[in-house]
């Protein structure tokens, strides 16, 4: 891979990991916490924040991915790690978010929904998605 290439993949995959992990391990376990915060407001903003989240996670797949093309990476380890993370972006967009926003929706309407276990799948591909970015992060700066 060429020098440009590799920094502008590099940089893509730093800095979607720092937003995985700044958003979705921070900001979102943390605003449940603060005063005045109940539920269907913590949910309204979790919606609007991972809706942008996951806009600018499409952003940096594409630059990632476009990046691999032109240059393929330097390792096996890196190209697995570009198509888990991709992949892991497109179940949770595809997949597991409709599920998450029909139950959000039913939460600011007021209606008493069971707890669901499709937060915990979320935060398993979250975790899957930010080793991916490591490990892609790491095979594109040291290759």
Request: proline share 4%; aromatic share 4%.
């Amino acid at each position: 891979m060429n020098d440009v290439t590799v920094r502008v993949a590099a940089a893509a995959t730093l800095l979607w990991l720092g937003m995985v992990l700044a958003i979705s391990f921070l900001e979102a376990p943390l605003k449940f916490r603060a005063p005045g915060v109940d539920v269907r407001t913590g949910l309204a903003i979790g919606r609007l924040v991972f809706r942008a989240l996951n806009a600018i996670e499409v952003g940096w797949a594409v630059v990632i991915v476009l990046a691999l093309i032109i240059h393929a990476p330097p390792s096996a380890a890196g190209t697995t790690a570009g198509i888990l993370v991709v992949a892991v972006l497109a179940t949770q967009i595809g997949a597991v978010r409709p599920h998450l926003t029909r139950r959000a929706e039913q939460v600011l309407a007021g209606a008493d929904v069971p707890r669901s276990s499709i937060h915990h799948v979320y935060i398993v591909l979250e975790t899957v998605k930010v080793i991916g970015l490591v490990v892609l992060s790491v095979a594109l700066l040291s290759g």
